[in-house]
């Protein structure tokens, strides 16, 4: 049972669901089966209890017909039956949280019924929810059009002999949706072409790029923003850059929140990718720092509420490149309360000895990794990386060498730690126990580096070995 389609979409249901998708299946609108409704109380008693005897498929036919031999098929038919009811009450939860989806269908079916009163009525209801939607997304342009659709039909059903002007608003709508589809998801592949492999074809033909620049869309944000956003990723003028962030920080709801957050990370990804050409350029480095600070004051880029202990990193990391230390020292201190508190701690410390660090403070920086629980994986993996710094920085070479050997260890054990992950740490500790062995073959240790493949912190160790005397 448990291997079953059946019980893997149960178990997708939280409690409240189950208690739907019960009176769901005792309701004789979509089923006339009693021995469904039983099957499934069976299933649902024993999920409960959490029996895993009892969620046994011999042991459930046995509390159905207690004086029947098992039979597969019969169970096997049962658990179908009921898989196809559980599926078809899935769609209608989705189906009613679709937005306006339902008032549309009702319309139509108002429309094909003749009922003018209600379809009047429910045209007004949906005319005034449009019209207070913020965001006009191209979620706002499709239901625009859905409703020009719908009005345009029930306007060729009255047989009125006068023009049906609401064709041409059908077709502008269409447009308006189709425009800003067309730019979301090309900007989308444009930023993914940065980071993923992958070849894609989004076939937005210079003809409609110069044709939508020559109409005024000011008014309309799905154009007008994801055209400049286009021009940015495609011809990358630091311009360009301006205009996108000014206006996503002055019109912060011309969107939906997932669909700001989606925009916040296609900009940060271009000021990375732009820092990867150039490692030291302030312009970029200081745009990164101010976006992530307004994302998370303006919470788009919060998740329920709460930083990302991972997001935190990266801003204290753009901070200590831009050598702002007080600011990045606020913000570690300011903003550790709106992380969640099973990662609090270790972000808390492990943040504070990188600035630490960063600003020469060793012993500093070496008070506050001690202090790091290793609530995450990867702050383990940080944590232990900036430790063994320390050490060799501060001379401590006995400590250093039970750390590098213990953390060895830890890599090669531990399944939560990617292959792609796992090799330029393992690679890096090669080369700083090479580095103390061989302190008077510079010119080896630099080849050896050089030629080993992923490596982090290549930089530190390859200073490190002009240290050397």
């Given at each position: 049972m448990r291997r079953g389609k059946l019980y893997a979409l149960l178990v997708r249901f939280d409690k409240k669901e189950l208690r739907l998708f019960h009176r769901f299946v005792r309701s004789p609108y979509y089923n006339q089966n009693e021995k469904f409704v039983v099957f499934l109380e069976i299933i649902l008693?024993?999920?409960?209890?959490?029996?895993?005897?009892?969620?046994?498929?011999?042991?459930?036919?046995?509390?159905?017909?207690?004086?029947?031999?098992?039979?597969?098929?019969?169970?096997?038919?049962?658990?179908?039956?009921?898989?196809?009811?559980?599926?078809h009450f899935l769609a209608i939860r989705f189906f009613e949280q679709e937005g306006h989806t339902p008032s549309f269908y009702s319309m139509d079916a108002f429309v094909e019924k003749g009922l003018s009163k209600h379809y009047n009525y429910a045209l007004g209801q949906i005319q005034g929810a449009l019209t207070k939607e913020v965001a006009r997304n191209e979620s706002y342009h499709y239901n625009m059009y859905r409703l020009k659709s719908i009005e345009a039909k029930h306007f060729d059903r009255q047989k009125i002999r006068k023009t049906n002007t609401l064709l041409q608003e059908k077709i502008d709508t269409l447009d308006l949706y189709y425009f800003s589809s067309k730019l979301r998801l090309t900007c989308q592949v444009l930023n993914n072409q940065g980071?993923?492999?992958?070849?894609?074809?989004?076939?937005?033909?210079?003809?409609?790029?110069?044709?939508?620049?020559?109409?005024?869309?000011?008014?309309?944000?799905?154009?007008?923003?994801y055209l400049k956003l286009y021009d940015l990723l495609t011809e990358g003028k630091e311009q360009y850059f301006e205009t996108m962030?000014?206006?996503?920080?002055?019109?912060?709801?011309?969107?939906?929140?997932?669909?700001m957050k989606e925009l916040y990370f296609i900009i940060i990804n271009y000021c990375i990718r732009q820092l990867r050409k150039n490692t030291n350029?302030?312009?970029?480095?200081?745009?990164?720092?101010?976006?992530?600070?307004?994302?998370?004051?303006?919470?788009?880029?919060?998740?329920?509420?709460?930083?990302?202990?991972?997001?935190?990193?990266?801003?204290?990391?753009v901070g200590l490149r831009l050598r702002d230390f007080e600011g990045t020292k606020s913000f570690i201190i300011d903003y550790q309360n709106q992380l969640?508190?099973?990662?609090?701690?270790?972000?808390?410390?492990?943040?504070?000895?990188?600035?630490?660090y960063f600003k020469g403070e060793l012993e500093n920086a070496l008070d506050h990794l001690i202090k790091v629980q290793y609530s995450d994986v990867y702050y383990v993996l940080g944590a232990k990386s900036l430790l063994i710094k320390v050490y060799y920085e501060t001379d401590e070479f006995d400590p250093l060498d039970s750390l590098?050997?213990?953390?060895?260890?830890?890599?090669?054990?531990n399944r939560m730690v990617t292959?792609?992950?796992?090799?330029?740490?393992?690679?890096?500790i090669k080369c700083l126990k090479k580095i103390i062995r061989g302190r008077n073959n510079q010119d080896e240790l630099v080849t050896y580096i050089n030629e080993i493949g992923a490596l982090a912190d290549k930089k530190w160790l390859l200073q490190k070995i002009s240290e050397l005397k």
């Open positions: 008693k024993a999920m409960e209890n959490k029996n895993q005897e009892a969620m046994m498929r011999e042991n459930i036919m046995l509390q159905m017909f207690p004086d029947k031999k098992f039979d597969i098929k019969l169970f096997k038919y049962l658990s179908n039956q009921l898989l196809k009811l559980g599926e980071f993923l492999a992958g070849t894609y074809k989004p076939r937005l033909s210079e003809g409609l790029i110069q044709l939508l620049k020559e109409e005024d869309f000011s008014e309309i944000p799905s154009i007008d923003y962030q000014k206006t996503l920080f002055k019109r912060p709801f011309m969107f939906p929140r997932e669909e350029n302030q312009f970029y480095l200081s745009r990164l720092f101010e976006i992530y600070k307004e994302g998370i004051d303006s919470e788009v880029l919060l998740e329920n509420g709460f930083i990302s202990p991972w997001t935190y990193k990266n801003i204290v990391k969640e508190e099973k990662f609090r701690e270790d972000a808390f410390h492990y943040n504070m000895a990188e600035l630490f590098l050997a213990s953390f060895g260890t830890y890599l090669r054990r292959e792609t992950v796992r090799e330029p740490i393992s690679n890096f």
